[in-house]
């Protein structure tokens, strides 16, 4: 390499230089580069931003990126298997960071009736304090009040459910479950509010009740049935969940999001397969337009790389100075399609409407409005493979440059 | 001392379902400092003798010496870094780098060989001073004409101090004036700096500046002519 130093200046002056001889068509082909490097990032980005938003909202779902539960819980969410709340060393690990916000909840099926119809539910005895701090949003709230307290008497539910039970705020229904002997424990509970989620079957299923109220009427004391938590971001959980899996203790089962769905997980695996692939197959479509362009800046220099050649410049450094022609090119598409796509990528963060598609991606757990998501990660991917690819392609014109016989270059009309 | 020294090489090209003859038992020997012509009708070999010279082309059998050096024995890059450091080439046509200007053509040698920047200008402006370009050294070749783009050739052949320069037809394509002016600075060079050079050619205006004259014809020498005298004592010969 050290060969190569002295002739770096000139290898790049030339390669520069060259490039802009035929300027359209290095305008052509760099055009192309950027709109393909600015296409893999975007389409990364609302790739990112579905699947994040289908976690999310799966999140939301269970809620809480880390769950601790009773060992049995999972295979039966009955009030039986329920565990003490939150004490002593796990206390202390849950006020700290890297956890933002944890909250303690009943959480067992239950029937729900109106004067009309019942249905299956997912009953959640919560605090709304802990559950605000869980990323709980009270402004969900259509009619009515969220849960002022663990002891409030009233029950918030969603609003596709209030359209099922054709029911409404104010009205009273029952709720009916198990307390821990297996005894019916049921309740006539006042409608104080109605909330909306992102999706339907979350309406439908989630209803809330005061924490303690809830508690006393499945007769537990301070038992809850899981201890649900959450961190800054759900894609670093891994690196902070076994802290808290220490403090619980092995009696007690602590899981990560990935373990308690690994559908959400397997989309995100998903997601980063397709990045790779999409890219790749882009820019394999722009590198025959690249390996077009040098092989034809070649072909048009074909005695001027005879004369360099009789000048005493090695095949090596003919062989670089194309390739460098090849980086420049690239280089600049690289630059210029990730600042195209910060530009264009990053006011769309906000979000996307959706809404025409929404109940088709309802089934997918995704919301109404999509939220791109540009990450450095994905511009890295581009950029490398953008850089790999595009060398790779460029081999053969700078190899085939390298080969001239200085004679026959020279000789060529 | 022996410049260059060439014994019985033998060279054939294959044209269609011809063979033909470039190189036909060529064994010469030329003097440091010396002032050669090699003339002869087209294919005759002169060209084909000066690029085995020069290690651009490789002969089918025969030795070659530049200066201590066995050419047919060397490498792609070995003979890149010989003609990089010993030898001055000047071509017929299409000499230039179209893409840099003159300084930058007559530094493009010495940025390889990896002399400083400002030592490489310095030399590159006094060069152009020297071939009378002093005036031109931002011109692109397409801005100069034929005969100043053969002088910012001749700058760029001994600006790193070759001992050797070979020139192939170099007034091929120039007007008698240019010509005449392009030989008369080779004659300077040679006389000055005692280079040594070897011009192919079968212009006669080269010819008749030339001391030592050697013919070929069919790719052989015919005939190999000292005449008294250095280069430049020889009053240019009626053609």
Redesign the interface.
Known sequence: MADY???A??LF??AW??LW?NHRRTLIMLIAIVIGVWAMILFSSLMAGMVDEMVRGGLRTLPGEVQIHHPDYRDDPSIANSIDAPQGALLERLNNPPVTGWAARIKVPAMISSERANRGIQLLGVDPAQEVSLGFDPTNIVEGRFLEGPDDKGLVIGRKLAERLETRLGKRVVIMSQDPDNNVADRGIRVVGIYQARLQATEELNVYGGLETLQKMLNVDNQVSEIAITGDDFRQVASWWPQIQQATGPELETVPWMELDGYLESMMKMQTSFNVIITVVIFLTLSFGLVNTLVMAVFERV??IG???????????IMYQVLLESIILLGLGLLLGNLLAVATILPLEDGIDISALAKGLEMAGMGSTLYPSLRLSDMVLSTVVVLVLGLLASLLPAWRASRY???QA?ART | MTAIRCSQLNKTFTQGDQIICGLDDVSIDIEEGSFVCLSGPSGSGKTTLLNAMGGLDKPDSGEIQVGDKRVDLLGKSDLADMRLHSIGFVFQAYNLIPVLTARENIEFVMQIQGVPTAQRRDKAIAMLEEVGLADHEDRLPSQLSGGQQQRVAVARAIVSGPTLVLADEPTANLDSTSATQLIELFVALNRERGITFVIATHDTRVMAYCPRLIRMEDGKIISDEERTGKSGELQPQPS
Do not use: D, K, S, Y
Not at chain 1, 307 to 317: I, T
């Open positions: 130093q002295p002739a200046g000139i002056t030339l230089r060259n001889r005695r001027e004369l360099m050649m009789a000048l005493g410049m090695r095949p090596g450094w016989n200085p004679i020279l």
